[in-house]
Structures are given as C-alpha cells and as structure tokens.
C-alpha cells in the first residue's frame, strides 16, 4: 500500500529537485527567436516554389521539436510516455495521405465539369 | 520531468524501461504525476482536432479551382505608407514565443520552490497572451472591414474566409483559456497555495508545483498549434 501511495503521487513523499539549468531553456529559446526570424524571412524574401515549402517545413518541424523535447520535457519523460504519444502522429500522417490523394481527386473533377464541360 | 528514482523499484531507461514499464501490472507511466499523464493525453486528442481542421484546410485548399488568397499580401500592415508583409503576425509569433519561454522558467522556479519568481514569470505569461489575444482581435477585425465573410472575400478563393475564422478562432479560443487559467494560477502561487499544501483542482489531493508544469504543458501546447498554423496557414 506504501508503494503505490508513492507510485501515484511521488511529488507528494520526496522534495523534487530534478530541475534543469537555465542556461538551456535560454538557449532553446534563443533558438525558437531565430528560427521564427528565419521562417519569416522566407516570406520576406519571396522564395517561390520547393525552396519555399521545404524551408517553412524545415524550421517548423525544427521549431516543434525543440518545444516539444525541452520546454514540454519530452526529451527527459520514460519512453513509455513518449512513445504512446508520439506513435499516434502517424495516424495523422496515414490521413494527410488519403486527403491528399481526395483533393487531387476533387481538382479534377471540378475541372472536368466546370471547366472542361464534362464528356 | 518525472522522477527517476522511485523507492522500490529500479526503472531502466530506454525501450527496455519502456517494455517493463508497461509490463509491470501497476501505473505504466512510473513517476509521472497523474494530473501531468491527463495533461498529455489531452493534448493528444487536442492535437487530432487541430490536425482535422488543418488537413481540412489542405483539401479545401488543394481542391478550389479559384486561386488562393495571397496571404503575405492580405496580412500585410502599412508601415509609413510601405506595406509590410506579415508583419503582425510576425509580432504575434514573437510574443508567442516569449511567453513561452516565460512559461518555461516558470515552471523551472517552481520546481526549485521560487515562489516570488514563479509567480512574476506566470503573470508575464498571461499578459504576453493577452497580447496575443488583442492583436488577434486587432487583425480580425480588419479583415472583416477589408470584406472577408466564412462565405467569400475580395481577394480570392471563397474558402479562404471560413479555414481562417475557423483555425485561428479555435486556435485564439485556446490562449484565451489559458490566459484566464495563467491568472488563476498567477493567484494561487502568490497566494502560496502550493507553500499551505491548499487542495488543487477538481482533486482532494494536495496542491504542488507539479501544477504549474501542468499549465505549462497546455500553454506549450498553444504555441505549438501556432508553429503549424503560422507555417501552413500564412506562409505557405
């Protein structure tokens, strides 16, 4: 009974002293400033095209992933947390997957009648 | 962060420590704080809902035959008569992130039982989300005078008014929440509530700091949506 007292609640027994460094969190956010500067600037600069899709993918996935592993301390949490909320992002994944396949099937069908006139 | 040491039991990190975690017939994340292992899993069923609103946004999106509003044309500011573009939304980001990292340290001197900083770091928070909040109304605003409706708009596509009313109203709906819960805590740690070990929220357990990295989580989470937001609604 003593031991799942303290499996339940075990900020309640121990002082908890486990803190990280300021330094780090100063960094990540730093890190978040520049990378902002940054994605807004490739709206600044007008980049057109891929170059601009995979520099705003690059620094938001940057961006999240450094929010999420520091600031949400993912990054110091047992994998059994991380996993079970990581694994289901790929559920995500599978339907920007068929939605992407629905909306191409959409364009053209709006095309072919609207547009085109139909057969 | 949860404990690493618990007494009783030897945790093994890595997958390993996943495996016998989740094997062991007791509480599968060990040393995690309840209220914190709800926190997450709120946020993950929060993630799926703004996960649909942003596919949805792509299907509309990729679908219309009408083209896409130009957003950095459409969220520019005037600027000494010189259009700026997203330019507020760049504020917007910026204080975002700043209350974020506010946030952060906040939870950090709460754990090391800071209470007057802790304190000062929440009320910062909650004022850089209002912030957020009031320049959020600020541009609402102006592009309902410029003529964009859920229905249509001047500048193009018809679904561009309804995916930004719909993601950045339940996006803003979020800060809004938490501002009001950052002031709430904002008493409570001043207050000392956590010092007279006072009963916490919808709980008879006692109150701790755990909360604050709990308020933290949702408040990260909040400028998270925002990263994604910021890249598909108007950079893209």
């Known amino acids: 009974m003593e031991e799942t007292n303290k499996m339940e609640e075990p900020n309640k027994q121990e002082e908890q002293t486990s803190t990280q460094k300021i330094g780090i969190y100063l960094w990540i956010w730093g890190l978040l400033f520049v990378l902002s500067f940054f994605s807004y600037m490739v709206d600044w600069y007008q980049f057109q095209g891929m170059l601009r899709w995979s520099l705003i993918l690059f620094f938001m996935f940057l961006k999240a992933g450094l929010i999420m592993a520091f600031f949400m301390h993912l990054f110091w949490e047992r994998y059994a947390l991380v996993n079970v909320l990581l694994w289901p992002m790929t559920a995500i994944a599978c339907f920007i997957f068929l939605m992407n396949a629905e909306f191409q099937y959409t364009l053209f069908s709006r095309f072919f009648y609207f547009v085109v006139g139909g057969a | ?236």
């Open chain 2, 1 to 236: 962060m949860s404990e690493q040491k618990i007494d009783g039991f030897e945790l093994k990190p890595g997958f390993k420590g996943m495996a016998s975690d989740t094997g062991s017939d007791q509480t599968m994340f060990k040393g995690v704080h309840w209220g914190k292992a709800m926190m997450w899993i709120f946020l993950l069923s929060d993630t799926f809902v703004f996960s649909c609103f942003l596919i949805s946004y792509m299907k509309g999106r990729g679908s219309t035959i009408v083209d896409w509003p130009n957003t950095s044309e459409v969220f520019s500011l005037y600027v000494g008569g010189v259009p700026v573009p997203l330019l507020l939304i760049a504020i917007m980001t910026f204080v975002l992130i700043t209350s974020s990292g506010t946030m952060a340290l906040a939870v950090k001197y709460g754990y090391e039982k800071n209470r007057k900083m802790c304190g000062w770091l929440i009320l910062a928070t909650a004022l850089g989300g209002l912030t957020f909040v009031g320049m959020q109304v600020f541009e609402w605003s102006k592009l309902i005078h410029e003529g964009v409706r859920p229905w249509g708009n001047p500048f193009g596509a018809a679904q561009f008014g309804s995916f930004f009313f719909m993601i950045t109203g339940f996006h803003g709906f979020h800060v809004s929440i938490g501002v009001i819960f950052l002031f709430i805590y904002t008493y409570k740690v001043f207050a000392g509530h956590y010092e007279s070990k006072k009963r916490g929220w919808f709980t008879k357990m006692k109150g701790d700091y755990v909360e604050i990295e709990i308020l933290g989580l949702y408040w990260h989470f909040v400028d998270l949506v925002w990263v994604f937001i910021f890249a598909f609604f108007y950079l893209w």
